[in-house]
Every structure is written in C-alpha cells, then in structure tokens.
C-alpha cells in the first residue's frame, strides 16, 4: 500500500523559513517523480513544485520561484520542501504527492498533508 | 498560465447521473486529469488522461473530452460521493487546477 506520510508544518512568523518532510513508502520512490501541491484554507488546490526521480530537474510556478526548493533523498524514500520568505499567503495544508511512475503528470498518490500557518 | 474553469456546485439526485464540466482557456490535448476530495480529507484521483480510470476506482466514474471541453460523470451518483471535484491539466506548465464544483444531494 503506498503511504505518503508528511510532517513538519507549523506556525512561522512571515519573512521566516520552514522545511516539509515526507517519508514514502509502499512504492519504489526513485522511479517517481514527486511533487508538492498546498491548499489554503476553504480554497482550491495549488501545485508548488514537482522533482525529478534522480532530483536533477526541479519545477516551480512563479507564486514560489526563488522562495522554495524541493529536494529528495532517494536512500530515505524522502521528499522534502525548504521554504523561505514565507509570507501570509502561503498558509496552507501542504500535500505530498506522486506523480505517475517517471512523469511529470496528473498526481497520483496523496499525503494526508501537513498545516503551515504564517502569522505574526 | 492555462486557466481551468468549473461550475462552483452541482445538485443531483440519489441514483441519477451527475456531469461536471471543465473547460480549458487553451486546448490541453487530452492532459486532464479529474479528482474527488471529501471534507477534510486529501484529493484522490479519479481519472487520468481524460478518460482513463484510476486503480480501484469504481466504473460509476468516468471521463471525456479533449483539447479545451472536458465532462466528468458520475452515474449513478451515490450518498458517498459528496465531494468537490476538480480538474487538473498538465499539458503546459505550470501545472493548474479547476476552481473545485462542490456535488451535493438533493
């Protein structure tokens, strides 16, 4: 059964930096490329950002180009996201989410998602 | 960006059909993708590639369409499919999402 299982949300002042984990399992995770998707609350869905299986190639919307990196560790079956200059617009549950097999596609597996709160 | 738009809700009867609409405002081929998200929970796929079943997904589901009309149908629609339902193109980046349309029983 494939679990995607996502941590490290929280409350953070704006300006400050955070950093999502999400330990996969139940899958071979380096034949998927993976990818963030947030939704703020009472709002729809936002992809923010998707990696390549071996993490050579990287893909942001512009809402957080510069801002936040995704990263992935292979080894651990982990995914992660650095995020830097939060700001308020970026409250969110953050969903860690498979794409299909070695593409970059629809999102075929979800987390339960983890809460970002940016509030002074 | 492509910009995916979705009636806000839709009503329907126990055991009726329910047809959800997405339109793209340029075609997507057939890159669209259609997902059910239950209160509170995570989003779940559906369909991929337009019409194209998802694993363990019942074939009550189904999808059509393609380069910029897509239709979403559920038929017959049951108590346990009160959701909202969006759609999700992937032909150009960045990756975008309909507006979500909200399925409630009459």
């Known amino acids: 059964e494939v679990q995607l299982v996502e941590s490290g949300g929280g409350l953070v002042q704006p300006g400050r930096s955070l950093k999502l984990s999400c330990a996969a399992s139940g899958f071979t995770f380096s034949n998927y490329y993976m990818a963030w998707v947030r939704q703020a609350p009472k709002k729809g869905l936002e992809w923010v950002a998707t990696i390549s299986t071996s993490g050579s190639r990287t893909y942001y919307p512009d809402s957080v180009k510069g801002r936040f990196t995704i990263s992935r560790d292979n080894a651990k079956s982990s995914l992660y996201l650095q995020m830097n200059s939060l700001k308020s617009e970026d409250t969110a549950t953050y969903y860690c989410a498979s794409h299909s097999s070695s593409s970059y596609n629809w999102f075929a597996y979800w987390g339960q998602g983890t809460l970002v709160t940016v509030s002074s | 960006d492509i910009v995916l738009t979705q009636s806000p809700a839709l009503a329907v009867s126990l055991g009726q059909r329910a047809t959800i609409s997405c339109r793209a405002s340029?075609?997507?081929?057939?890159?669209m993708h259609w997902y059910q998200q239950k209160s509170g929970q995570q989003p779940k796929l559906l369909i991929y590639g337009a019409s194209n079943l998802a694993s363990g997904v019942p074939a009550r589901f189904s999808g059509s369409g393609s380069g910029t009309d897509f239709t979403f149908t559920i038929d017959p629609v049951e108590a346990d499919d009160i959701a909202t339902y969006y759609c999700?193109?992937?032909?150009?980046?960045?990756?975008?999402f309909g507006s979500g349309t909200k399925l409630e029983i009459k």
């Open positions: 340029e075609s997507v081929r057939s890159s």
């Open positions: 999700q193109q992937s032909r150009n980046d960045p990756l975008t």
